[in-house]
């Protein structure tokens, strides 16, 4: 399969074939890089989630009586194909997001490891069987499909967000319809043309495209849903909970953070520089698990505060190899963030570095963002306590350990956490008492594996997991067992 031609409108894929949207509407893909248009993108509606509802609800029971194994097999050779077509999709995310292709390529790589680790899980799906109090009766857990699974992904990394749905969800035996997200719809494709290769069977996995309110409410909304799995916003995710929760539906949400990355006073502080970059720049801070805000011990808060200006100015900021980032995914989102940053500065913070969009030559059109500190801000300014996904993060100065814990606490959020110290005291003690389902010790507040979960606490989600054996949990049912016998019937 050849992925480097893109056609002149995305297709949706329902049930694994190319189709218009049922109103014939598009809307156009701008690259966050020039500002161009790419393509044009089927605008889907609600009757083209009825027609991948509807045909995803028929072909599921198939779908779930195929063995696990067998599942596990088509999902490797996704992964497989993945791994053929690497160079491919990876330059389609470089062109939707901005990034740069070798960012891209490390990202193509995730969704490969995420489809390897999943499809292995085929010749495992571990289950249970334990004791009873009655005789002769013998009691098993066993996993079971939910039925049709809703996904609807975000857009700064859109392979392995794919990934990280879609191979768990058709691995435990349901259908799957993806939402992609309105601003990465080539590597969603491109996903959709490598899973009917592999052999999906026609309806058990389908792709729509199109914006929230006209495509993914109506998937939320649709009573043949049993599953949704969100990650964007914490207002669209409160909506799923609501309308999704009014008829039972099972609900995993991935909201977001404004993460903290504390530095103490005995901290490696050259590491700890390198790690904050990493933590609040990479990506173009488009990152859940960005740091966005860094606390820093008063013993160390200048020199820190100085090697930090240090390095942000000699950042690149572009889509090639050399750049350490690029642009942000729109034209809103900018302009949003931008506004945040204004306000904050109006209010009385100071910004250190950055603050602005970047036109000179080379970026001109594109939707880059300098990279931004901010200093002097109240731990309960909307800048402490918003998510801004893009290339910012506020200082602020902590007296001690506890100081610190209680400013890093003191969020709705609570995703991921990291600590720079040379004492183990500090860190074990940080990892008991931080609130976040991640807690990092002398690294960034960002960064995942496919075998090891991913979620927070509070606002940052509702309490499952992504990626590990843990996002079976997220897509199967357990169905307990009692099994009788009488040794005198032998």
């Known amino acids: 399969m050849d992925l480097r031609g893109i056609p002149t409108v995305i297709p949706n894929q329902i049930g694994g074939l190319a189709a218009p949207a049922a109103a014939g509407g598009t809307f156009a893909k701008v690259a966050p890089a020039t500002g161009a248009v ?42 497989i194909l993945l791994q053929e077509h690497r160079a491919e999709i990876a330059a389609l995310v470089a062109l939707e997001t901005g990034k740069s292709l070798k960012d891209a390529l490390g990202e193509t790589d995730a969704a490969i490891e995420m489809g390897f680790f999943v499809a292995g899980e085929g010749r495992r799906f571990y289950g249970r069987t334990t004791t009873s ?86 998937l939320v909304e649709h009573p043949d ?12 995710g409160r909506w799923i909970a609501e309308t999704a929760g009014k008829r039972l539906a099972k609900i995993c949400l991935e909201l977001g953070g404004k993460n903290p990355l504390i530095v ?37 808060y200048d020199q820190f505060k100085a090697l930090l200006l240090e390095a942000v100015g000699a950042l690149k900021v572009g889509s ?28 009385g913070a100071t910004v250190l570095a950055g603050g602005a969009r970047l036109t000179d030559a080379g970026r001109a059109g594109g939707f ?13 300014a909307e800048i402490s306590q918003s998510e801004l996904f893009g290339p910012i993060t506020c200082l602020y100065r902590v007296r001690d350990f506890e100081d610190a814990i209680r400013l890093a606490n003191d969020s709705s959020f609570g995703l991921t956490a990291s600590i720079h110290t040379q004492n183990i005291h500090r860190a074990m003690t940080f ?7 991640v807690a990092v ?19 940052s989600g509702n309490g499952w997991r992504e990626a590990g054996t843990e996002a079976l949990d997220v897509y199967s049912d357990c169905k307990t067992i009692y099994i009788n016998h009488n040794p005198g019937r032998v």
């Open 431 to 437: 990892i008991g008492r931080i609130e976040a389902g």
């Open 320 to 347: 090639t190899d050399t750049d350490d980032y690029g642009p942000v995914i729109n034209e809103e989102q900018m302009t949003n963030m931008l506004a945040s940053v204004a306000r904050a500065q109006a209010a």
């Open 264 to 300: 103490c006073d005995d901290a490696d502080l050259a590491n700890a520089v390198t790690w904050t970059i990493g933590s609040a720049f990479s990506n173009a801070g488009q990152r859940c698990a960005a740091g966005s805000r860094i606390l820093v011990f008063d013993a160390v």
């Open 441 to 459: 010790v002398n690294g960034g507040t960002y960064g995942s594996e496919p075998h090891m979960p991913f979620g927070g606490l509070k606002q």
């Open 133 to 218: 109090a009655t005789p002769n009766k013998t009691a098993l857990v066993m996993r079971q499909p939910l039925g049709v699974a809703g996904l609807i992904i975000a857009a700064n990394t859109p392979i392995a967000n794919v990934a990280w749905k879609a191979f768990p969800a058709l691995l435990c035996g349901n259908a799957a319809v993806l939402k992609a997200s309105e601003d990465t719809p080539l590597s969603a494709w491109a996903f959709g043309e490598l899973a009917r290769e592999a052999g999906v069977p026609e309806g058990v996995y389908s792709t729509v495209h199109g914006f929230g309110e006209e495509a993914g409410a109506p």
């Open 368 to 380: 880059y963002v300098a990279p931004t500190i901010i200093e002097g801000a109240g731990a309960a």
């Open 225 to 236: 849903v049993a599953v949704v799995s969100f990650t964007g916003s914490c207002g669209v």
């Open 38 to 79: 790419i393509c044009q993108v089927a605008r889907s509606t609600r009757v083209d989630i009825e027609q991948a509802v509807a045909r995803a609800r028929d072909a599921q029971p198939a779908w779930a009586a195929t063995t696990v194994v067998r599942r596990g097999e088509i999902l490797r050779k996704i992964a």
